[in-house]
């Protein structure tokens, strides 16, 4: 690097601190924030070869009509993933991760994408399921562990320690699949996976056979276990079947995994119980995500933003928080009308949405209200 860069970078490096300060400062007080998102997840496409039942995207049971993001096909061009990476790093956004609404490794381009956003940013994170003849017909496990220095981590779904629960709640995934192709990466490199589990009344029972699992593989892991959003177009994904302070039993599974991850070396964070959540909704002040929502221009599916997965967009009316391509600036989207219209609600304790009521971060006992 030239003296010129040197001297950009470090300029860089002090704008971020300084954005990292707005952000303790601002979070939760301020509608129009001086700082960009903390982090982007860019979704590539659509394509996908499972059915997981909790999925809002393909579960067979969100079909029906109950989802507003079933079906919804799309896949990011090489051009506008560049685009959006090259807007996210003029930003100054940290990072970005690299996701699907399926199998990001069924995108054709997924090595061209992988390589721009470390190219832009050095390093980049990505989600897989590891669908088995995808990875062996492209060789991807080589080709992940080639840019093993360059991959901050892996996401991936477990759903149980107990192959046949996972096999039924994640349809279509093997469980032998999945952790041998992470035990075979850990061979070949010390690349980290972030293992995020859906915690419901079905699926506490085995968390402490996925860690002794996980350990005798010699996976670099962390286990983040997560409540579910109840989209309720099924059993698994019912306001039933959530993790509350009634059930006690699932805290105390909760507290063992979280000790035999400290014997084990594999830390476990685990959630509060819904009905004990942080009574805010922090996302509008932290991150965003493209992501398709039923209801918007087709032609624009790819460019959609919304903050996230949760029930306002799922099951509610939130469809689009803007179109990130009628943007030049990241802050100009950050800081347009939906954005800061939500947060000035939420401020007032008003949240975006009627679906908002079953959220994990829908304040029970001091909320005013929601959006008309
Ligand atoms: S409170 Fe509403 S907008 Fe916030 S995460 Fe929950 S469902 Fe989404």
Request: proline share 4%; glycine share 6%.
């Amino acid at each position: 690097m030239g003296l010129v860069g040197k001297i950009r970078s470090v300029h860089r490096s002090i704008l971020m601190k300084k954005d990292k300060m707005s952000y303790q400062r601002e979070f939760y007080k301020k509608a129009i924030l001086s700082y960009p998102p903390r982090y982007v997840t860019v979704a590539i496409s659509s394509a996908c070869s499972f059915r997981c039942v909790f999925c809002a995207y393909h579960s067979d049971d969100a079909r029906s009509g109950a989802s507003n993001v079933y079906g919804l096909h799309f896949r990011l061009s090489l051009d506008q993933f560049k685009k959006i990476v090259d807007m996210c790093y003029r930003g100054r956004v940290p990072r970005i991760h690299i996701c699907a609404t399926g199998e990001p490794f069924l995108h054709p381009d997924i090595l061209e994408i992988v390589d721009y956003a470390i190219e832009v940013y050095g390093t980049t994170s990505i989600q897989t399921d590891f669908f088995r003849p995808i990875f062996e017909k492209n060789n991807y496990l080589a080709e992940i562990i080639k840019r093993q220095d360059y991959i901050s981590y892996i996401t991936t779904d477990i759903l149980s320690g107990d192959p046949k629960v996972h096999e039924r709640l994640k349809k279509g995934s093997c469980y032998e699949d999945v952790l041998s192709s992470m035990e075979y990466i850990n061979k070949h490199s010390d690349i980290h996976f972030e293992v995020h589990y859906i915690i419901t009344k079905h699926n506490y029972k085995d968390i402490d056979k996925l860690i002794d699992d996980l350990s005798r593989r010699r996976i670099n892991c962390h286990i983040s276990i997560v409540n579910l959003h109840p989209h309720g177009f099924n059993d698994f994904t019912s306001t039933f079947s959530l993790y509350t302070s009634k059930d006690v039993h699932i805290t105390t599974a909760l507290e063992k995994a979280k000790m035999l991850g400290r014997k084990r070396g594999i830390p476990v964070s685990i959630p509060l119980p819904a009905d004990a959540g942080p009574g805010i909704c922090g996302s509008f002040w932290t991150r965003f995500q493209t992501w398709p929502v039923k209801g918007i221009d087709r032609g624009r599916y790819g460019e959609n933003v919304i903050v996230g997965g949760c029930n306002a967009v799922v099951i509610g009316k939130l469809k689009s928080l803007g179109y990130i391509f009628d943007y030049i600036n990241i802050m100009d989207l950050w800081n347009n009308e939906h954005f800061v219209r939500i947060r000035e609600n939420l401020l007032r304790g008003i949240y975006p949405d009627e679906a908002c009521q079953s959220c994990q971060n829908y304040n029970q006992k001091n909320q005013r209200g929601l959006r008309t």
